[in-house]
């Protein structure tokens, strides 16, 4: 645990030297708050960090918890353990069992006289006892949430001076007084916690460099929206997405574009189609049920070949299912949703920080291609957030809507080798078209001749599948005969079950698809040359990922599924267990 | 985009596409084409800075035909497409147009959100009070005791809807009524639909030859509304709810300014956007 000079290294093998927090309370306890702040400081000091929201679903009380991970090395998942709980109050706190595992070498922290709930108390680890209230009250404008930070801080070495630049800057608008109530609080709270005996060595070491960022995955998913060219934004509220439409109202307006509020969601996608349509590339975010709605637009994007993306954080399903919790239960609406053929891109990013990149590479798809793209988020990376190095400037040097206002024999359908046909837009004279979801000849004028309709069929499947997607298509990495094939959010623990793997000199491959459709047989098989046995992970109940794979894919070896639904997170010990117990069958 | 000089004056067929309409001889919906094109002459549009967005039905059909830019969107969702392409591009000439059932029935909500929000656009609803193209179902518009629909039988029972009475309600900007029994008519309540700021209704009864033969009748039916355009909304309710449906003219017009969104940078550089992220 203690062991920060042979760990901090980010080329040595395992998992990453690391410290779990949980931050207990009933709603209203500030616990959030005192979390982002927390790690924020943290990433003062120059650590490298996650935080992930879990609450019920209560709009306000009710319990939340905060739990973080941090390290001096980039984390991408949490583990199971956590050294340290701490609870403002015990309400509801048993809910939170299966989520936060402790063990004997954990720390347990409560308010004075409080009662830890048995189902807690029964996992181990010492309890010590903090006046966090008391506390609290002697300070004018106090609040135990201040005392429970200064007290965390305290004990995992964390300055208190990048507490006190993060708490500066949070709570300007609030005034000197709620700043100087806020830093005696954890003046208070790290003092006391100095006193508690016998604490085992917590501290990580920082690595402060370059330039860190504290983001969400909702929050880069806007950026790479507007990064990838985005103006126009139409769409309705839904839990886990939201967030993403909250970041780009106030943004989009900075660059120059909107984002309308519609009626629902057979409104937003068929808003983005006419913004779209106009030229401006428009984008909405969602999750499964408003996907649900919206797949017979989608289809229209795809047939009159007008550029939109749809941002999907998944949520647990089906129906309303558990909105605030996390799972990979939309792949197959999201391939196989749409009616007709109806060839279209998904893309789904691997990390927090990978929602900036993979938003912003779908934009570019659609654009270029003319067509839907569908990013998979969920709620796991959408509502994250964590601290990652300053993300790279991307920009596609290549592609783009490629605008014709060469009016002499326009047609807006031609049938070419690329696929990819001239487009126009309004404003543009003598370039007049109807876009159609009927089917349509060249011009673009209604028809039902089955000429018409196999080579309009085939030009939609053509641009996308003569078009380079380079290595953007997965990450790939290691080597070895055994193969971790998985997407989305599972890549973090299965990345980290593989350092632990190799920690042991094992050789284990990974490989996560982002890109996955339209399909890359050719990209993947090379991707598995070697491999005799593939573990397929994914958070899903339907193993809708490992259907996927055996559907469209020439795979060599043998095939296992880990599939495991929400709303607990898939853990990097999870899948460690699953290839040491295949290796040992 | 700008356009460097507006087409000298463009007669009516020129905002024709020349592409063969589907309906059947005798429809209302040629003469609503005619009045739109006329409306487009009369106010010297060039072509390629409109747009006609519909939906899905015998009406929907219109883009096809004009010579301006169209889109043909799914079922009921005229308005949205039209939403998004006025507000991200406030330079075009906008016009949504479709029949009742898919204004009225699969795109209600949208219809009343449209009111509602007042994006300046022209929404069209050629209202012939059935489903023409799925070959002669009752529509929200239809009387409760048509009994010519299988679907149907003894007719729906239930009370149509007065789409005049929900735009008002929902907020229209401008409401008025026309026929296609009077192109030059309607034309000119087109005109003043467009030249309104906001969100303008036309509802234009265009008759169904084939499958509701008795609205050959309308033509007899329609007389001009004998009043002037209120823009007073409790002289409309009280217009609009003693209506028996076919006084023609501007009946609304209402002074709510339109919905339209400042597109205008206020950041040089998106890299600005960064620094909320920055410890």
Known sequence: MNDSTSLSSTNSKGAPHSLSIALLGSGGSGVMTAGGQLLDAAGQAGWYGMMTRSSGPQIRGGEAAALLRLSPQPVETHKGRFDILLAIDWLNADRFVGEIILDEKSIVIGDNGGTVPEAISNMGGRYVELPLSELAKSISGGRPNMVALGALAQLIGLPINALEVVLTKSLKKKGQEAIDASISGIRAGADQASEIPDIPDLKVTPSPGRERWSITGNEAAGLGAIRGGVRFVAAYPITPGTEILEWLAPNLKKVGGVLVQAEDELASINQLIGGSFGGTPSLTATSGPGLALMTESIGLAVASETPVVVVDVMRGGPSTGIPTKSEQSDLNIALYGLHGDAPHIVVAPMSIGDCLFTTQWATHLAETLQTA???????????TRALIDKPADISFVSGGRSITSKAESFQRYAVNDSGVSPMSIPGMPGCQYTADGLEHSPTGTPSSRAEDHIQQLNKRKR????????????KVSGDGETAVLTWGSSTGPVSEAISMLEA?????????????????PE?????????????????????QFYHYLRAHYDLPGQMRSMAVPGPLMIRPDDVYSEVKAWENA | METANPCPSLKPKDYKSGTKPVWCPGCGDYSVLLAITKAMAEMNLSPENVALVSGIGCSSRLPAYLNVYGFHAVHGRALPVATGLKVSRPDLTVLAAGGDGDGFSIGGNHFMHACRRNVDMTYIVMDNQVYGMTKGQASPTTDPDWDNSKLT???????????????????????ARASSTDPNGAAKVLVD????????????LSPCVTFRPEQKDWKKMVRQAPVEPTTDPAVAAKRLMTDDNFFLGTLYKGDRPAYQPELKATVDNISDLDKGFIL
Request: some cysteine; aromatic content about 8%; overall charge positive.
């Open chain 1, 373 to 383: 793209s569908i990013v998979l988020s969920d709620q796991s990376l959408g509502q």
């Open chain 1, 463 to 474: 641009k996308l599948d003569l078009f380079d997607y380079g290595d953007h298509w997965a």
């Open chain 1, 504 to 520: 042991e000199g094992k050789h284990v491959r990974l490989i996560s698809m982002r890109l996955l459709l339209p399909i890359q």
């Open chain 1, 523 to 543: 990209r993947l098989v090379a991707a598995l040359n070697g491999v005799e046995k593939i573990l397929v992970v994914e958070q899903c109940h339907g193993a």
């Open chain 2, 153 to 175: 039988p003894g007719g729906t029972k239930i009370n149509p809807y007065y789409p005049l009475v929900v735009a008002l309600a929902s907020g229209a900007n401008f409401i």
């Open chain 2, 193 to 204: 639909a467009m030249r309104h700021p906001g969100f303008s209704f036309v509802h234009m």
